[in-house]
Every structure is written in structure tokens, then in C-alpha cells.
């Protein structure tokens, strides 16, 4: 039988490789922006847009889906076409894929910087943007099975099977974690409420890490490393192993996000074993892609491409046995809501996913343009000094995270707080974030350097852009078991029964873990203290999620002695039953604000948002001068207000026909109460503040923890 001669797509490849390098370059220096800000927080003071809490999700958002991604679909596309020996499925859904992707790309760093978000994180975009992801990753996924059923090649590799993992679980996921209730053009509720959006969200987000940062990279891994190296994978056998466990397992970690929080306990405890449980597969596959290198150190030491791996790898080892540490309850009592967290994530950030994106770029950029690397000794500096980067960044936030904690737990003999003032814990920690600048600033740098030698190397060689290849076709694909044949070997050629079972594979431990929890009512129980938000309230928490408060603060008090003393009594898992979103947030730069109603007065709250140094002197949080300037939105207060009822939310009949007006007899109140106070008077004479957007988020922050205190006095009287 002759050979078939075709042509390998490398347009779509070079497209992605150039939006790669572009992406990073942007998304790390968002990210270098938002560290500035915690050292110098008033920098860009009075410019909404360029806020802590608005950039925070543009950085990560960024990275994730504009550098990552794009940098995992440039190494599909490549790899892929190769391994089953044929041009992708379709040139036109290869270009709707990318277009399409850098539209939504566009689109989010747009809306983020305007307050448009879900404040669900990782998953912060709104509902349209949502649906353009669907349909976009409905694309590549129809590109992608496409091209494996016209395959030249009997079986599927190893990298494959984890690219098909990462299409279904990406798909369930998003889908599933976005399932939200529009309110207008770019406003939602997620239909989740509470402890069940917590558990939704963090089964998403960690499996976002899993499925989104993990599984593709790890699929690229599995094509690159050999192919530079010149050496086959070290196991055929540990690759089915890492795969099947590593899909099956991750799924169930999700809960180890929200130890010792208002989830219940069973949730927890399963989230912490199947965590602990996840270090074998992670490891496994750790121990496959450093061993392929067995026997080629030297070409290690001279070659800057596979330097690159080396760390990435050896970066993917280190989070994946940090990861199921942290899920054990005591590490996690420490760790939780510190920059401990910070430096983890970014260990897999900048190391596993930055320098093996790095790595295949510089490789990618050889083959597409026919030509050496532009500078051998270029690459070589921008590895050394992103791996300082690396170290600048993710060590200092190691000591701040440790800091933390400590300074958060001490008790004096007497049994008060030894930092009672939370900002102690905070002014303590300035060194190290400025430290942390320093490091992100060098991981920039090389990433400049990056782009620069890909530039010079496309302009030194010559693109070619359909790559003549040729391959004997492949027979029509027998069913059965051929002799001596393992099931394994049969199941590769098996396409959709593989698909199959990965998706059964992905989805147990989501079904098992998320349907009881929103089947079963008495895993929320009923506190009748509490009551909905008014209309007011929730406007100023809408304005509370549309600044990024969440990314600060928690809403979350855990039952530690030194969280009880310092904020008041632990959160109840009934207390969250009407917030659409959940708030509980992942990090504490400033204090938990779960009690926080009633602690102080209006005026309080509303010098604060002005000028936090006046009230805190110290503080790193940044003014909010545009919340006394902007009128408040009411056109779509009646509109939230049936949403939420949509949802569940018991408002009655006369308080939905008289939404606006109880919100404007609020906001009376609080501007009363805030004329109080001379100096105000003083400041603001007749100035109709009523009507500001302050207004409503004092509201809001004066209504948070006081249900169940109003209970406790109840029980106590």
C-alpha cells in the first residue's frame, strides 16, 4: 500500500505560539501592577478600573486562560496533527478556536477592570462571555475528535489520552460551576446559594488547576520532553497508571479548599483523603517525565530548552506533594487565607506552567521557521533569571504566609490576643512583598527576553506554513482483541469508548460529592434569625462583589480560638443561605468581615472607604473616592430583587412591589446617621449622599453576621 502524502497545519500553531508570548508578557505584568499596589496601594489612586480588587482577576484571568491556554492549544495543535499523522479536522474550526478565544480574551480584560465579574474565582466573567466559552471550547472539541477519528495512526498516545480528559472535564466543569441566573446584559446570580456554591465553586476551581493547568500541560509533557530530548517516555506502564488514577482521583479534592469552613464535615473529610491520595498518580507522573531524561544529563546542561523542563517538572512535583499536605487539617488550620497559598499556586504558575510553556516556545520556534533559535545564550539567561524570579517570588510569601499565621494565633497569659490589631500582622509583612516585586519583575524580564528571540529567529529563518508529510493509511480500526493484544493497547484504538470512560472516570466523584449536598436539606440547617438582604443591602453587596472585596476579605470565621476572639462567633452554614454568590473568599490581606455589622458606625465605614490610612493608619488598602461620586443604580434594583426570588429567596409580595422605595428609605437612614457626625456635616453640607453608591455598601457591610446575633440575644433574653 502506497503512502499517503498531506499537509501538516502550521499556521494555526505559529497563531497560538505568537499569542502565547504576547499573552504572558501582558498577563504578567498585570501581575506585577497588583504587587506594586501592595506596596505602594494609592499609586493609582482614584482610578476605579486600576483598583486592587479589579486587577486581581484580570491577572489571573490572563494567565490562566490567555497565556496557559494559549500556550496549551499551540502545543495540541502541533502535537497532535503529528501523533495521529494527519492535518486537523477542520482549518476553519482551527481558526473560529482561535479567534474566537482571543475575542473572549478581549472581552474579559474589558469587562474585569469595570466591575463586570460573578466574583467566583478563576470563573469571574460574566454569563455572556460565559456562553462565547462554551461555544468556543465546543469548537476545539469538535476539531480535536474530529482529527482523532481521521487518523493514520492505529493507536492513541499517551498525550492524547490527556488532552481528551482535559476537553470533557473542562466542558462539565464550566458548565456546571457558571449555571447563574441573568439579571441584565452583564449582571448575574449564580443559581447555587451559600455552602452549596462554595462546594460548586471550589470543585470547579481546583479542578480548574487540575483539568485546565494540570492535565493538558502534563499531555505536552508527555510529547515534548521525549521529542527534544530524543528519548522514549522512561514507562509506557506508569503512563497508564498516572492517567487513570490522576483523572479519577483529582475530581474529589475540590473540598480541601474549604476545611474547617461551614461545609459539612463528611464533604471535608472526603476532599482531605482523596487529596492525600492524589500525591501517587501526581508523583507518578513527576517520576515519568524526569527519568525520560535518564542518560542525557549533559544535553541537559547544554541544551537551555530542556533546562526549562527540568524545573517545570520538578515544579510540578513540588505542588503536587504541597497540594495533599495542605489538605491535612492541621497544615491546613495554618496555611488557609495566607500568602502561604499564594506562593504554592505560584510555584505551579511560574514554574510547571510558565517555564514549560517557555520550553516548547523556544523549541516551536525552530521547527515553524525552519531555522536554529536566535540565541542559544539569550535562552539560557532568561532561564536563570526567571528561575531567580521564581525563588524571589514564591520564598518571601513562604515567610509571609508562616508570619501569619503565627501572628494571628499567639494569646497573651492572659488569654487575649497578643496582635489584636490586625493590620500588625499586615505592616509586618512589607519586606516580603516587596520582595515578591522584585521576584515577579525578573520572571517579566526573562519572559521580554523570550519574545525578543522568537522575534529575531521568525526574521532570521522561514515560515512554513503546511508542512509536507506522508503516512500509510490506516485500515478500517478492527473491534476485537487482537491476540496477545493488552486491554489497554485495545482501548487506545477504541476512540469513543475511551471518551466514555474518561468521562465516567471525571464525573463519579462530582455526582457523588455535589448532589447530596443540594439534595439533602439538612446539610444546610435552618436558622430562622435569619432573612434576606433588602434591597439596599443587596445593591451594596453587588457593589461589594463589583470592586473585588472578596479578594481581600473572607466572610468566613472558622472555629479557632484565636478567629472567635478576634472576629466573634463562627460561621454557621445556615447563615449563607440567601447569598448568591457565596463570599467566603481564599484570602485574608485584610480582616474577615463576617461579623463586621454593628462594629463600627456608618461614619466609620464611610471614612474608611475614603481614606483607609485615616481610619487605619498603615493600611495597604486603596481609596474608593468614586463610590461618594457615583449615583447609585437603582434601574435594575426590582430586576434583582425577582431574580432573587427565581432563586428561592422568600421576599413578599409587598416587599417586591415596594423594592425602590424601602431602598430609598434605608439609604435616608444611613445618610441620617451619618450626619451624625459634625465633621461630616462639615465636609459634605447638603450634599444629597442618599443617593451614593457609599451608601449602599455601608448597608451592606452593616448588615453582615447580624442574624444570628439577633438569635443569640433572642436565646439569651
Given at each position: 500500500m502506497e503512502k499517503e502524502q498531506f499537509y501538516y497545519d502550521n499556521k494555526i500553531v505559529k497563531m497560538f505560539l505568537i499569542a502565547t508570548a504576547l499573552w504572558g508578557v501582558v498577563g504578567m505584568l498585570v501581575g506585577l501592577l497588583v504587587a506594586f499596589l501592595f506596596i505602594f496601594p494609592n499609586y493609582m489612586e482614584g482610578i476605579s478600573w486600576l483598583s486592587f480588587g479589579r486587577l486581581r482577576p484580570l491577572h489571573t484571568n490572563a494567565v490562566i486562560f490567555a497565556f496557559v491556554g494559549n500556550s496549551i492549544f499551540m502545543g495540541i495543535y502541533y502535537s497532535l496533527q503529528r501523533l495521529l499523522k494527519t492535518r486537523m479536522f477542520s482549518d476553519v474550526l482551527s481558526k473560529i478556536h482561535f479567534w474566537g478565544w482571543q475575542l473572549i480574551i478581549v472581552a474579559a480584560a474589558i469587562t474585569l477592570p469595570l466591575g463586570l465579574t460573578s466574583s467566583k474565582e478563576y470563573a469571574e466573567l460574566e454569563w455572556p462571555i460565559d456562553i462565547a466559552i462554551t461555544l468556543i471550547w465546543v469548537v476545539f472539541a469538535i476539531n480535536t475528535i474530529g482529527t482523532i477519528l481521521i487518523r493514520r495512526q492505529r493507536h492513541i498516545y499517551v498525550a492524547i489520552w490527556f488532552y481528551i480528559a482535559t476537553i470533557v472535564t473542562i466542558a462539565v466543569l464550566h458548565i456546571f460551576n457558571n449555571l447563574e441566573l441573568p439579571v441584565s446584559s452583564f449582571k448575574s446570580y449564580s443559581i447555587y446559594a451559600g455552602v452549596q456554591d462554595a462546594l460548586v465553586q471550589w470543585w470547579y476551581g481546583h479542578n480548574a488547576v487540575a483539568f485546565f493547568l494540570t492535565t493538558p500541560v502534563l499531555g505536552l509533557m508527555y510529547y515534548f520532553v521525549p521529542k527534544v530530548a530524543n528519548r522514549p517516555v522512561y514507562s509506557y506502564r506508569l503512563s497508564i497508571i498516572h492517567f487513570w488514577s490522576l483523572i479519577f482521583i483529582y475530581i474529589w479534592a475540590g473540598p480541601h479548599h474549604l476545611l474547617y469552613t461551614a461545609l459539612p464535615e463528611w464533604a471535608q473529610n472526603l476532599g482531605t483523603v482523596f487529596s492525600v491520595m492524589l500525591i501517587f498518580p501526581s508523583w507518578g507522573g513527576m517520576i515519568n517525565g524526569l527519568l525520560t531524561l535518564r542518560g542525557v544529563w549533559d544535553k541537559v546542561r547544554e541544551n537551555p530548552?530542556?533546562?526549562?523542563?527540568?524545573?517545570?517538572?520538578?515544579?510540578?512535583?513540588?505542588?503536587?506533594?504541597?497540594?495533599?499536605?495542605?489538605?491535612?487539617?492541621?497544615?491546613?488550620?495554618?496555611?488557609?487565607?495566607?500568602?502561604?497559598?499564594?506562593?504554592?499556586?505560584?510555584?505551579?504558575?511560574?514554574?510547571?506552567?510558565?517555564?514549560?510553556?517557555?520550553?516548547?516556545?523556544?523549541?516551536?520556534?525552530?521547527?515553524?521557521?525552519?531555522?536554529?533559535?536566535?540565541?542559544?545564550?539569550?535562552?539560557?539567561?532568561?532561564?536563570?533569571?526567571?528561575?531567580?524570579?521564581?525563588?524571589?517570588?514564591?520564598?518571601?510569601?513562604?515567610?509571609?504566609?508562616?508570619?501569619?499565621?503565627?501572628?494571628?494565633?499567639?494569646?497573651?497569659?492572659?488569654?487575649?490576643?497578643?496582635?489584636?490589631?490586625?493590620?500588625?500582622?499586615?505592616?509586618?509583612?512589607?519586606?516580603?512583598?516587596?520582595?515578591?516585586?522584585?521576584?515577579?519583575?525578573?520572571?517579566?524580564?526573562?519572559?521580554?527576553?523570550?519574545?525578543?528571540?522568537?522575534?529575531?529567529?521568525?526574521?532570521?529563518?522561514?515560515?512554513?506554513?503546511?508542512?509536507?508529510?506522508e503516512a500509510m493509511p490506516l485500515k478500517e480500526v478492527s473491534s476485537r482483541r487482537m491476540s496477545g493484544e493488552t486491554v489497554h493497547s485495545w482501548l487506545e484504538r477504541r476512540t469513543v469508548l475511551f471518551t466514555v470512560l474518561t468521562t465516567v472516570a471525571v464525573i463519579i466523584g462530582g455526582v457523588i460529592e455535589i448532589i447530596p449536598m443540594i439534595v439533602v436539606k439538612s446539610n444546610v440547617p435552618t436558622i430562622t434569625s435569619v432573612k434576606p438582604y433588602t434591597p439596599l443591602e443587596?445593591?451594596?453587596?453587588?457593589?461589594?462583589?463589583?470592586?473585588?472585596?472578596?479578594?481581600?476579605?473572607?466572610?468566613?470565621?472558622?472555629?479557632?480560638?484565636?478567629?472567635?476572639?478576634?472576629?466573634?462567633?463562627?460561621?454557621?452554614?445556615?447563615?449563607?443561605?440567601?447569598?448568591?454568590?457565596f463570599l467566603w473568599g481564599s484570602r485574608r490581606t485584610g480582616p474577615d468581615l463576617h461579623r463586621v455589622g454593628g462594629k463600627y458606625n456608618d461614619n466609620w465605614h464611610f471614612n474608611h472607604m475614603m481614606d483607609p490610612q485615616l481610619t487605619s493608619p498603615g493600611s495597604i488598602m486603596p481609596k474608593y473616592p468614586w463610590l461618594i461620586e457615583n449615583d447609585l443604580d437603582i434601574s435594575q434594583t426590582n430586576n434583582k430583587v425577582n431574580a432573587m426570588v427565581i432563586l428561592g429567596v422568600p421576599y413578599t409580595q409587598g416587599e417586591l412591589d415596594k423594592a425602590v422605595y424601602l431602598l430609598q428609605s434605608q439609604a435616608a437612614e444611613v445618610e441620617k446617621n451619618l450626619r451624625q457626625d459634625p465633621e461630616f456635616v462639615k465636609n459634605y453640607g447638603d450634599a444629597n449622599i442618599q443617593d451614593k453608591e457609599i451608601v449602599a455598601l455601608i448597608a451592606y457591610l452593616q448588615r453582615l453576621g447580624t442574624d444570628i446575633k439577633a438569635e443569640q440575644t433572642a436565646q439569651n433574653q
Amino acid at each position: 500500500m502506497e503512502k499517503e502524502q498531506f499537509y501538516y497545519d502550521n499556521k494555526i500553531v505559529k497563531m497560538f505560539l505568537i499569542a502565547t508570548a504576547l499573552w504572558g508578557v501582558v498577563g504578567m505584568l498585570v501581575g506585577l501592577l497588583v504587587a506594586f499596589l501592595f506596596i505602594f496601594p494609592n499609586y493609582m489612586e482614584g482610578i476605579s478600573w486600576l483598583s486592587f480588587g479589579r486587577l486581581r482577576p484580570l491577572h489571573t484571568n490572563a494567565v490562566i486562560f490567555a497565556f496557559v491556554g494559549n500556550s496549551i492549544f499551540m502545543g495540541i495543535y502541533y502535537s497532535l496533527q503529528r501523533l495521529l499523522k494527519t492535518r486537523m479536522f477542520s482549518d476553519v474550526l482551527s481558526k473560529i478556536h482561535f479567534w474566537g478565544w482571543q475575542l473572549i480574551i478581549v472581552a474579559a480584560a474589558i469587562t474585569l477592570p469595570l466591575g463586570l465579574t460573578s466574583s467566583k474565582e478563576y470563573a469571574e466573567l460574566e454569563w455572556p462571555i460565559d456562553i462565547a466559552i462554551t461555544l468556543i471550547w465546543v469548537v476545539f472539541a469538535i476539531n480535536t475528535i474530529g482529527t482523532i477519528l481521521i487518523r493514520r495512526q492505529r493507536h492513541i498516545y499517551v498525550a492524547i489520552w490527556f488532552y481528551i480528559a482535559t476537553i470533557v472535564t473542562i466542558a462539565v466543569l464550566h458548565i456546571f460551576n457558571n449555571l447563574e441566573l441573568p439579571v441584565s446584559s452583564f449582571k448575574s446570580y449564580s443559581i447555587y446559594a451559600g455552602v452549596q456554591d462554595a462546594l460548586v465553586q471550589w470543585w470547579y476551581g481546583h479542578n480548574a488547576v487540575a483539568f485546565f493547568l494540570t492535565t493538558p500541560v502534563l499531555g505536552l509533557m508527555y510529547y515534548f520532553v521525549p521529542k527534544v530530548a530524543n528519548r522514549p517516555v522512561y514507562s509506557y506502564r506508569l503512563s497508564i497508571i498516572h492517567f487513570w488514577s490522576l483523572i479519577f482521583i483529582y475530581i474529589w479534592a475540590g473540598p480541601h479548599h474549604l476545611l474547617y469552613t461551614a461545609l459539612p464535615e463528611w464533604a471535608q473529610n472526603l476532599g482531605t483523603v482523596f487529596s492525600v491520595m492524589l500525591i501517587f498518580p501526581s508523583w507518578g507522573g513527576m517520576i515519568n517525565g524526569l527519568l525520560t531524561l535518564r542518560g542525557v544529563w549533559d544535553k541537559v546542561r547544554e541544551n537551555p530548552i530542556l533546562k526549562f523542563f527540568v524545573v517545570a517538572i520538578t515544579g510540578y512535583g513540588m505542588s503536587t506533594f504541597e497540594g495533599p499536605m495542605l489538605s491535612f487539617k492541621n497544615l491546613n488550620a495554618i496555611g488557609h487565607y495566607t500568602d502561604w497559598i499564594i506562593a504554592h499556586v505560584h510555584i505551579g504558575a511560574l514554574a510547571w506552567n510558565g517555564f514549560m510553556a517557555a520550553g516548547i516556545v523556544y523549541w516551536l520556534a525552530g521547527k515553524l521557521w525552519r531555522t536554529e533559535l536566535y540565541s542559544k545564550k539569550l535562552a539560557n539567561v532568561h532561564f536563570w533569571i526567571g528561575t531567580m524570579g521564581i525563588l524571589f517570588y514564591a520564598l518571601p510569601l513562604y515567610v509571609a504566609g508562616f508570619t501569619q499565621a503565627s501572628m494571628w494565633k499567639q494569646f497573651n497569659p492572659d488569654g487575649t490576643l497578643v496582635y489584636g490589631n490586625f493590620l500588625e500582622t499586615v505592616t509586618q509583612l512589607m519586606p516580603m512583598y516587596a520582595l515578591r516585586a522584585f521576584g515577579g519583575t525578573l520572571y517579566l524580564v526573562g519572559f521580554i527576553l523570550l519574545g525578543y528571540n522568537v522575534v529575531k529567529t521568525a526574521r532570521k529563518g522561514h515560515a512554513v506554513e503546511d508542512e509536507l508529510a506522508e503516512a500509510m493509511p490506516l485500515k478500517e480500526v478492527s473491534s476485537r482483541r487482537m491476540s496477545g493484544e493488552t486491554v489497554h493497547s485495545w482501548l487506545e484504538r477504541r476512540t469513543v469508548l475511551f471518551t466514555v470512560l474518561t468521562t465516567v472516570a471525571v464525573i463519579i466523584g462530582g455526582v457523588i460529592e455535589i448532589i447530596p449536598m443540594i439534595v439533602v436539606k439538612s446539610n444546610v440547617p435552618t436558622i430562622t434569625s435569619v432573612k434576606p438582604y433588602t434591597p439596599l443591602e443587596l445593591e451594596g453587596r453587588d457593589i461589594y462583589i463589583r470592586e473585588g472585596c472578596n479578594n481581600c476579605h473572607s466572610q468566613m470565621i472558622r472555629p479557632f480560638r484565636s478567629e472567635v476572639e478576634r472576629y466573634g462567633e463562627y460561621s454557621k452554614a445556615g447563615e449563607f443561605v440567601y447569598d448568591h454568590p457565596f463570599l467566603w473568599g481564599s484570602r485574608r490581606t485584610g480582616p474577615d468581615l463576617h461579623r463586621v455589622g454593628g462594629k463600627y458606625n456608618d461614619n466609620w465605614h464611610f471614612n474608611h472607604m475614603m481614606d483607609p490610612q485615616l481610619t487605619s493608619p498603615g493600611s495597604i488598602m486603596p481609596k474608593y473616592p468614586w463610590l461618594i461620586e457615583n449615583d447609585l443604580d437603582i434601574s435594575q434594583t426590582n430586576n434583582k430583587v425577582n431574580a432573587m426570588v427565581i432563586l428561592g429567596v422568600p421576599y413578599t409580595q409587598g416587599e417586591l412591589d415596594k423594592a425602590v422605595y424601602l431602598l430609598q428609605s434605608q439609604a435616608a437612614e444611613v445618610e441620617k446617621n451619618l450626619r451624625q457626625d459634625p465633621e461630616f456635616v462639615k465636609n459634605y453640607g447638603d450634599a444629597n449622599i442618599q443617593d451614593k453608591e457609599i451608601v449602599a455598601l455601608i448597608a451592606y457591610l452593616q448588615r453582615l453576621g447580624t442574624d444570628i446575633k439577633a438569635e443569640q440575644t433572642a436565646q439569651n433574653q
